[in-house]
């Protein structure tokens, strides 16, 4: 095999596919990338895969001599971000010898032959849609926080799509924290008939997925087999296993009711937040001791937090309606939840110490719909 590329692409195309490549095998495998080439072509496709997720890009390259090999991603991103000039001459021999060549610089190392690589699922479905790349970035965006890795129920391991018609809603759950949006977008089927999926992306394939998403008009196609999700944005494939799982009953988790509210701007409470969280991160024994209160009363809320090295306290103008209440926190659970709402005006709802407190901002810029609720810990009063 051999290729030229133009350095550039082929750092770029290198960088999307280690998203997809394992540090935590011994095999070459899967800790490669996969280059495919058939000579004479102007195209070159890599693919990177660690079992769950995986990535596919296509990139413009000369092709003088073909060939399927596997290479370590670590070795060829760093290599090839090391060389000189503007392009980047990649030999394989009958030995299974790279040579990677860039200006007068000169690295070789060792490959597999590509038909060793796992077998790639299939990248194209039946059924999907195309929706816009900024819309879809920040419907998830808006819930990414309130997913964790390694919860004992499998399906808060993910992310939750649910799209009937022009509408989609994304849910995140850990259990501590809540967080749903929706949004009537222009969505375009793949096939005839009304869109309407319900399925679980595994938050690590969510989260590369915002990254490699933009903020125009540009669209997205997702494309759903029986196990797997697809997402194809121009030469760029990820793809990932779904989580199989029912996800929870979330409308029967939603506050319906609320004996008291607040109005506040959310970039101030996060800003209050961030400077509790300067007392409450403090870890003792390799725990966190201490927590946030919130103290709702008049049209002052109070944030205070006590901790053996200090405490802090801050006072921000709200519009309170309603019985005074102290409730208390795990401040980053909390800041995260707000930062999700930008320098939004927000509605709070509460009911009691011991309740979920809700909230949502009143003017969405974006034209969305989302809300939020955290549980709270029991304060040392409360005990």
Same mark, same amino acid.
């Given at each position: 095999?051999?290729?030229?590329?133009?350095?550039?692409?082929?750092?770029?195309?290198?960088?999307?596919?280690?998203?997809?490549?394992?540090?935590?095998?011994?095999?070459?495998?899967?800790?490669?990338?996969?280059?495919?080439?058939?000579?004479?072509?102007?195209?070159?496709?890599?693919?990177?895969?660690?079992?769950?997720?995986?990535?596919?890009?296509?990139?413009?390259?000369?092709?003088?001599?073909?060939?399927?090999?596997?290479?370590?991603?670590?070795?060829?991103?760093?290599?090839?971000? !090391?060389?000189?000039? #503007?392009?980047?001459?990649?030999?394989?021999?009958? =030995?299974?010898?790279? $040579? +990677?060549?860039?200006? /007068?610089?000169?690295?070789?190392?060792?490959?597999?032959?590509?038909?060793?690589?796992?077998?790639?699922?299939?990248?194209?479905?039946?059924?999907?849609?195309?929706?816009?790349?900024?819309?879809?970035?920040?419907?998830?965006?808006?819930?990414?926080?309130?997913?964790?890795?390694?919860?004992?129920?499998?399906?808060?391991?993910?992310?939750?799509?649910?799209?009937?018609?022009?509408?989609?809603?994304?849910?995140?759950?850990?259990?501590?924290?809540?967080?749903?949006?929706?949004?009537?977008?222009?969505?375009?089927?793949?096939?005839?008939?009304?869109?309407?999926?319900?399925?679980?992306?595994?938050?690590?394939?969510?989260?590369?997925?915002?990254?490699?998403?933009?903020?125009?008009?540009? !669209?997205?196609?997702? #494309?759903?087999?029986?196990?797997?999700?697809?997402? =194809?944005?121009?030469? $760029? +494939?990820?793809?990932? /296993?779904?989580?199989?799982?029912?996800?929870?009953?979330?409308?029967?988790?939603?506050?319906?009711?609320?004996?008291?509210?607040?109005?506040?701007?959310?970039?101030?409470?996060?800003?209050?937040?961030?400077?509790?969280?300067?007392?409450?991160?403090?870890?003792?024994?390799?725990?966190?001791?201490?927590?946030?209160?919130?103290?709702?009363?008049?049209?002052?809320?109070?944030?205070?937090?006590?901790?053996?090295?200090?405490?802090?306290?801050?006072?921000?103008?709200?519009?309170?309606?309603?019985?005074?209440?102290?409730?208390?926190?795990?401040?980053?659970?909390?800041?995260?939840?707000?930062?999700?709402?930008?320098?939004?005006?927000?509605?709070?709802?509460?009911?009691?110490?011991?309740?979920?407190?809700?909230?949502?901002?009143?003017?969405?810029?974006?034209?969305?719909?989302?809300?939020?609720? +955290?549980?709270?810990? /029991?304060?040392?009063?409360?005990?």
């Amino acid at each position: 095999m051999k290729i030229t590329f133009n350095k550039k692409s082929l750092t770029d195309a290198i960088s999307q596919l280690m998203v997809a490549v394992t540090s935590k095998s011994v095999s070459l495998v899967t800790e490669g990338i996969l280059i495919t080439a058939e000579t004479g072509e102007n195209t070159v496709t890599m693919n990177a895969y660690d079992m769950e997720k995986g990535v596919r890009v296509i990139i413009d390259a000369e092709v003088i001599e073909g060939g399927s090999y596997i290479i370590s991603a670590q070795k060829l991103l760093g290599i090839v971000r !090391t060389m000189p000039g #503007e392009e980047i001459d990649l030999k394989v021999d009958d =030995k299974n010898t790279v $040579t +990677v060549t860039g200006g /007068r610089s000169m690295f070789r190392l060792h490959a597999l032959n590509g038909s060793d690589f796992p077998g790639l699922p299939v990248l194209s479905g039946d059924k999907g849609f195309y929706i816009k790349e900024k819309d879809l970035k920040n419907l998830i965006n808006r819930v990414l926080f309130a997913v964790d890795v390694g919860n004992p129920m499998p399906a808060l391991n993910g992310v939750y799509f649910e799209i009937e018609g022009n509408t989609i809603k994304i849910i995140g759950c850990d259990g501590k924290s809540f967080a749903m949006c929706d949004k009537v977008c222009d969505l375009q089927n793949k096939s005839e008939g009304v869109i309407n999926f319900k399925f679980i992306v595994p938050v690590k394939t969510a989260t590369e997925l915002v990254k490699m998403l933009s903020d125009g008009e540009d !669209t997205v196609l997702l #494309e759903l087999t029986r196990k797997h999700i697809i997402f =194809k944005l121009d030469e $760029t +494939v990820l793809f990932s /296993r779904m989580i199989d799982q029912e996800y929870l009953d979330y409308n029967r988790l939603i506050p319906t009711e609320a004996k008291i509210t607040a109005t506040a701007n959310a970039a101030d409470i996060v800003d209050a937040l961030e400077r509790a969280s300067l007392v409450t991160e403090e870890k003792i024994a390799g725990s966190v001791r201490s927590y946030v209160k919130l103290s709702f009363i008049g049209n002052i809320l109070t944030v205070t937090s006590d901790s053996v090295t200090g405490s802090v306290k801050d006072e921000i103008a709200i519009f309170h309606r309603g019985d005074d209440l102290d409730i208390g926190f795990n401040c980053r659970y909390l800041l995260d939840a707000f930062r999700a709402c930008g320098d939004e005006d927000v509605e709070i709802r509460l009911n009691s110490p011991l309740m979920p407190m809700a909230f949502s901002p009143i003017n969405p810029k974006e034209d969305d719909n989302f809300l939020y609720f +955290v549980l709270p810990l /029991r304060m040392k009063e409360q005990a």
